[in-house]
């Protein structure tokens, strides 16, 4: 089928994008490689350079291409930008969704997928939450993430147009970007393979639930499936929401003692003030998504570790 991956010239998104050609689909990227980069799209996907703020052309895109399924993972993902700039924030994370949703309808396409956030929109969970868990979104970002789940369900049920939101864990694994301010196996690998001290903020001993990237892009695929057998109205939002997660989380400190064995870093971590709204933990429960799509993490955390250091050793 025709699919428009958003985002896809991005970390999560090319691995979708790679997952989605070798299925045999036909995939047409929209990023504007602010964060994203050329060399991560499939020689097979089409890349259109342009910016999800520009209405018109998004508009534009959607109507010459007509695909049948919108996969959006292009967003603005720095949390603490949306803190700075939480205008900014929901001009590219909800009000060029919303649009990029008008012109979905407009061109015919049947569903969409979106990638949510279990992290952001949960707030601290002690115990693993399920889909339904009441939300406690305490930045822009997440606000924006349950702001979007919202216009799905009610896209959905005004125009008919069918769509699940992915709730993911920590993603992590090769091509995410270790000089950005997410993605802190990414930032620890890197420092520590240049012999340099990461820094740990607060104790350490947040926990969170770190997925890796080959099995997010697998439940993508997983999804579309159950995207297009789904025939009935969600009756919330969570109806259509999944976690994509692992089911089992790791400190920090713990994650740095891993990768110490796996780049064979002698040196100790340097320890911070904690960051201000930090979580403390993020845990997810992962029983929805094995009961309805079928979908389990299949990669051991040491292997996708061993994975995403290969790639920062030899990126670098
Ligand atoms: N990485 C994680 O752990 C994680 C967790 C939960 C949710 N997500 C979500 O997954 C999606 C992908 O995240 P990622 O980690 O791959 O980040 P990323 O920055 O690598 O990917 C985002 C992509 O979107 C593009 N983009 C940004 N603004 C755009 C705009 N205005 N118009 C067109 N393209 C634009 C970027 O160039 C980039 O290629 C995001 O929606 C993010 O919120 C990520």
């Known amino acids: 089928m025709k699919i428009l991956v958003t985002g896809g010239a991005g970390f999560i998104g090319s691995h979708v994008v790679d997952h989605y050609i070798e299925a045999g689909h036909e995939v047409l990227v929209l990023d504007n490689l602010s964060t994203g980069h050329r060399e991560n799209v499939?020689?097979?996907?089409e890349l259109i350079v342009a910016d999800l703020c520009d209405h018109d052309r998004t508009s534009d895109v959607l109507e010459r291409f007509r695909p049948r399924l919108v996969n959006h993972h292009a967003a603005q993902i720095d949390i603490r930008r949306s803190v700075a700039e939480p205008v900014f924030d929901v001009n590219v994370n909800v009000t060029a969704t919303v649009n990029l949703l008008q012109s979905a309808v407009r061109s015919g396409v049947e569903g969409v997928l979106f990638a949510s956030s279990g992290g952001a929109?949960?707030?601290?969970?002690?115990?693993?939450?399920?889909?339904?868990?009441?939300?406690?979104?305490?930045?822009?970002?997440?606000?924006?993430?349950?702001?979007?789940?919202?216009?799905?369900?009610?896209?959905?049920?005004?125009?008919?147009?069918?769509s699940l939101s992915l709730r993911y864990g920590n993603v992590y694994g090769p091509r995410q970007d270790p000089t950005g301010e997410a993605g802190v196996v990414a930032i620890f690998s890197r420092a520590m393979l240049s012999g340099t001290q990461p820094t740990i903020y607060g104790s350490g001993a947040q926990l969170r639930d770190y997925v890796c990237v080959e099995d997010v892009a697998r439940a993508n695929l997983l999804a579309t499936d159950r995207l297009f057998s789904e025939t009935a109205l969600p009756s919330t939002p969570d109806d259509g929401a999944y976690n994509i997660a692992t089911g089992a989380s790791t400190s920090v400190n713990d994650l740095f003692a891993l990768l110490?064995?796996?780049?064979?870093?002698?040196?100790?971590?340097?320890?911070?003030?904690p960051r201000t709204g930090e979580l403390m933990e993020s845990r997810l429960g992962v029983g929805k998504a094995s009961?309805?799509?079928?979908?389990?993490?299949?990669?051991?955390?040491?292997e996708g570790l061993s994975r995403t250091v290969e790639w920062i050793r030899s990126a670098r």
Do not use: C
């Open 42 to 45: 499939h020689h097979k996907a």
């Open 121 to 162: 929109i949960y707030g601290e969970t002690p115990a693993p939450v399920e889909e339904q868990a009441p939300k406690a979104p305490i930045s822009p970002y997440g606000a924006a993430k349950a702001a979007v789940e919202g216009y799905l369900f009610a896209y959905a049920h005004t125009f008919g147009l069918k």
């Open 260 to 273: 110490k064995e796996v780049i064979g870093f002698d040196g100790e971590a340097a320890y911070a003030d």
């Open 291 to 302: 009961r309805t799509l079928s979908f389990q993490a299949q990669i051991p955390f040491s």
